[in-house]
């Protein structure tokens, strides 16, 4: 630590020890200065308040008045509770008793030593530990101090990432919503989100994790749909170097870098029957298969899994684990689609549009009267997400004033998603492209139009008759993420 004086408050009732204890630090009164002596417990608290913060109080454990030691120890930790407490006594008490050293600890207490033998008149009796003491004292209030300003800064952080995402809403409905993350996030159970695409799973998850006491550690999200089926087992659990071929070096699977922290798996329902079971056992013993590695590894990891599909009936299916579900579904949460929560729409808007502005750097458009009432009677199958999209065309549509044709406009294009761009080619004599350059252009906006009327990659490979990893394959070919 720096060498600033460390500052002490002498709680001492006696004038012949708070002379012998002057005397003792005394001599390193350039690192050490007594602030403040009190002789009463009720004293030495108004200290603290008004006069504080020290760094070290050297406290008397039976100093007169009704409030003296582990009662004092405990109030005074209250009021700071990183002031380092210094406990002096007298021989009457036998310094081996075990019981009596672990109630100071637990009470509070940095140290605790002896006042006498009473031959020793000048000095308290072992003065350099005593010194040693104090200073070792004073570099814990340090280090506990910048271990406060370390997490404010990452509490200020987690408010930023928060504030970014907000879970915006008035209604009943995301009020229960709200209800149940405050309840779930001090627990660690494992939650399951339901709601229809779009509504925000997700962003629930997020708020679960930064308030529950993992938020200081990572949140890792996963969609299931996303990875071809053989990659599903390395991605989660990962591997080591020279499990299999092309295994050039050690990966860290998900659940690992998602240790002591919080792990999404979104559209769970898409994830294969076989890894199903894998995920099973990690939930049920916390062990994880590394491939490639013949021991188990640990994790500690708080599962949060959401789905737009009904697990029920993939279960009466034998597409869906029903030992996984129960271990999955000890909590709920309903995510509301929008025509459950219509009194929000207007907040919504507003909010996109303010976000969207903020970022052209413009001054938010008027909205019309006709304008507001096309939005707010607008069905939103697509749900919050499809909303964002459209107030994100308004803005860039609408910079000079949203009116009925600019909503118009913009829920048209919504409507058309890619098929605005999938045409019939004209060919003339003067333009032929070679075969495969029309097949590649071809087969790009045919991925594209089917992806976005899917509600997963693996639905989209389902309609183009593909099996999964042949469809992510040729995505990867055709320049598609």
Same mark, same amino acid.
């Given at each position: 630590?720096?060498?600033?004086?460390?500052?002490?408050?002498?709680?001492?009732?006696?004038?012949?020890?708070?002379?012998?204890?002057?005397?003792?630090?005394?001599?390193?009164?350039?690192?050490?200065?007594?602030?403040?002596?009190?002789?009463?417990?009720?004293?030495?608290?108004?200290?603290?308040?008004?006069?504080?913060?020290?760094?070290?109080?050297?406290?008397?454990?039976?100093?007169?008045?009704?409030?003296?030691?582990?009662?004092?120890?405990?109030?005074?930790?209250?009021?700071?509770?990183?002031?380092?407490?210094?406990?002096?006594?007298?021989?009457?008490? $036998?310094?081996?008793?075990?019981?009596?050293?672990?109630?100071?600890?637990?009470?509070?207490?940095?140290?605790?030593?002896?006042?006498?033998?009473?031959?020793?008149?000048?000095?308290?009796?072992?003065?350099?530990?005593?010194?040693?003491?104090?200073?070792?004292?004073? %570099?814990?209030?340090?280090?506990?101090?910048?271990?406060i300003r370390s997490q404010k800064r990452l509490d200020r952080k987690i408010d930023r990432i928060v504030q970014e995402r907000p879970l915006l809403g008035e209604s009943q409905s *995301? %009020?229960?919503?709200?209800?149940? *993350?405050?309840?779930?996030?001090?627990?660690?159970?494992?939650?399951?989100?339901?709601?229809?695409?779009?509504?925000?799973? %997700?962003?629930?998850?997020?708020? +679960?994790?930064?308030?529950?006491?993992?938020?200081?550690?990572?949140?890792?999200?996963?969609?299931?749909?996303?990875?071809?089926?053989?990659?599903?087992?390395?991605?989660?659990?990962?591997?080591?170097?020279?499990?299999?071929?092309?295994?050039?070096?050690?990966?860290?699977?998900?659940?690992?870098?998602?240790?002591?922290?919080? +792990?999404?798996?979104?559209? *769970?329902?898409?994830?294969?029957?076989? !890894?199903?079971?894998?995920?099973?056992?990690?939930?049920?013993?916390?062990?994880?298969?590394?491939?490639?590695?013949?021991?188990?590894?640990?994790?500690?990891?708080?599962?949060?899994?959401?789905? $737009?599909?009904?697990?029920?009936?993939?279960?009466?299916?034998?597409?869906?684990?029903?030992?996984?579900?129960?271990?999955?579904?000890?909590?709920?949460?309903? !995510?509301?689609?929008?025509?459950?929560?219509?009194?929000?729409?207007?907040?919504?808007?507003?909010?996109?549009?303010?976000?969207?502005?903020?970022?052209?750097?413009?001054?938010?458009?008027?909205?019309?009267?006709?304008?507001?009432?096309?939005?707010?009677?607008?069905?939103?199958?697509? $749900?919050?997400?499809?909303?964002? $999209?459209?107030?994100?065309?308004?803005?860039?549509?609408?910079?000079?004033? *949203?009116?009925?044709?600019?909503?118009?406009?913009?829920?048209?294009?919504?409507?058309?998603?890619?098929?605005?761009?999938?045409?019939?080619?004209?060919?003339? %004599?003067?333009?032929?492209?070679p075969l495969k350059e029309v097949e590649h252009d071809f087969r790009k906006q045919y991925f594209e139009y089917v992806r976005k009327h899917s509600k997963t990659d693996t639905e989209?490979?389902?309609?183009?008759?593909?099996?999964?990893?042949?469809?992510?394959?040729?995505?990867?070919?055709?320049?598609?993420?």
């Amino acid at each position: 630590m720096d060498q600033d004086q460390i500052k002490v408050l002498l709680i001492e009732d006696e004038e012949y020890d708070v002379r012998r204890i002057k005397n003792t630090i005394d001599p390193f009164r350039e690192r050490i200065q007594i602030e403040e002596i009190v002789s009463t417990g009720e004293d030495a608290l108004k200290a603290i308040k008004d006069r504080g913060p020290f760094d070290v109080a050297i406290l008397d454990y039976q100093i007169s008045g009704g409030l003296y030691g582990e009662r004092l120890l405990k109030r005074i930790r209250e009021i700071d509770a990183t002031i380092q407490v210094v406990v002096i006594t007298k021989m009457t008490i $036998n310094q081996t008793d075990i019981q009596f050293a672990t109630q100071m600890l637990d009470s509070g207490a940095y140290w605790f030593g002896t006042k006498y033998p009473s031959d020793i008149e000048d000095f308290i009796y072992q003065p350099t530990d005593f010194i040693l003491t104090i200073l070792n004292a004073a %570099e814990k209030k340090q280090l506990e101090n910048d271990r406060i300003r370390s997490q404010k800064r990452l509490d200020r952080k987690i408010d930023r990432i928060v504030q970014e995402r907000p879970l915006l809403g008035e209604s009943q409905s *995301i %009020e229960q919503v709200r209800d149940h *993350i405050s309840k779930f996030a001090v627990t660690q159970a494992n939650v399951l989100i339901v709601g229809e695409s779009g509504s925000g799973k %997700e962003l629930i998850a997020r708020n +679960i994790h930064y308030q529950s006491d993992r938020r200081y550690e990572n949140f890792v999200t996963v969609n299931c749909a996303a990875i071809p089926g053989e990659l599903i087992e390395s991605e989660l659990f990962g591997f080591i170097k020279g499990a299999f071929t092309g295994a050039k070096a050690d990966k860290a699977g998900l659940f690992e870098q998602a240790n002591l922290g919080t +792990i999404f798996l979104d559209e *769970i329902s898409e994830l294969p029957y076989l !890894a199903q079971a894998k995920l099973l056992r990690v939930l049920e013993t916390g062990e994880m298969d590394k491939i490639g590695r013949k021991k188990s590894y640990m994790v500690d990891v708080r599962v949060i899994s959401a789905t $737009n599909k009904n697990l029920k009936e993939l279960m009466k299916q034998n597409k869906f684990r029903e030992d996984l579900y129960y271990r999955l579904n000890i909590l709920n949460i309903q !995510a509301p689609a929008i025509r459950d929560r219509q009194d929000d729409i207007p907040l919504l808007i507003k909010y996109f549009v303010d976000h969207y502005c903020h970022d052209l750097s413009i001054v938010p458009p008027v909205i019309s009267e006709k304008a507001w009432s096309l939005l707010e009677q607008y069905g939103w199958p697509g $749900n919050v997400r499809q909303l964002k $999209n459209v107030v994100q065309r308004l803005v860039i549509l609408g910079m000079e004033g *949203i009116t009925e044709d600019t909503v118009n406009l913009a829920l048209d294009m919504q409507s058309q998603d890619s098929m605005s761009s999938f045409v019939n080619p004209v060919f003339t %004599e003067k333009n032929l492209a070679p075969l495969k350059e029309v097949e590649h252009d071809f087969r790009k906006q045919y991925f594209e139009y089917v992806r976005k009327h899917s509600k997963t990659d693996t639905e989209a490979a389902g309609k183009l008759g593909l099996a999964p990893p042949n469809f992510h394959r040729m995505c990867k070919e055709l320049g598609l993420k």
